[in-house]
Nanobody, 127 residues
Framework: QLVESGGSLVQSGGSLRLSCAAS??????????MTWFRQAPGKEREGVAA????????HYADSVKGRFSISQGNAKNTVYLQMNNLKPEDTAMYYCAADYGRLSLGGIWYDEKVYNNWGQGTQVTVS
């Protein structure tokens, strides 16, 4: 189970930090990649940022490079998304997704079909 938090209403130029916690101790040790997606009204869900647990490699969508930063918490099952210089176009429901190894067989981090584990989402609104 994935639980997101940290979404809020913020003014343009502001910052937010989203958190995602994976529960279920039987599975967290095998986490391979955790990714943030977002979906704005009327638009398709898009990958925002991903972190691979082995090596800590990160990936970002072009639209957020230089503004967003994904990181792993001290607890292996927690991932953060630091969002700075927020823009109105960042307004969306943000979802956390976890992969337990399918990406190691080939696939792209921003392909939502790779992920079987999703959170309920947290709303970010930038005015």
């Amino acid at each position: 189970q994935l639980v997101e938090s940290g979404g809020s209403l913020v003014q343009s130029g502001g910052s937010l930090r989203l958190s995602c916690a994976a529960s279920g101790s039987g599975y967290t040790y095998s986490l391979y990649c955790m990714t943030w997606f977002r979906q704005a009204p009327g638009k398709e869900r898009e990958g925002v940022a991903a972190i691979y647990y082995a090596g800590g490699t990160t990936h970002y969508a072009d639209s957020v490079k230089g503004r967003f930063s994904i990181s792993q918490g001290n607890a292996k099952n927690t991932v953060y998304l630091q969002m700075n210089n927020l823009k109105p176009e960042d307004t969306a429901m943000y979802y956390c997704a976890a992969d337990y190894g399918r990406l190691s067989l080939g696939g792209i981090w921003y392909d939502e079909k790779v992920y079987n584990n999703w959170g309920q989402g947290t709303q970010v609104t930038v005015s």
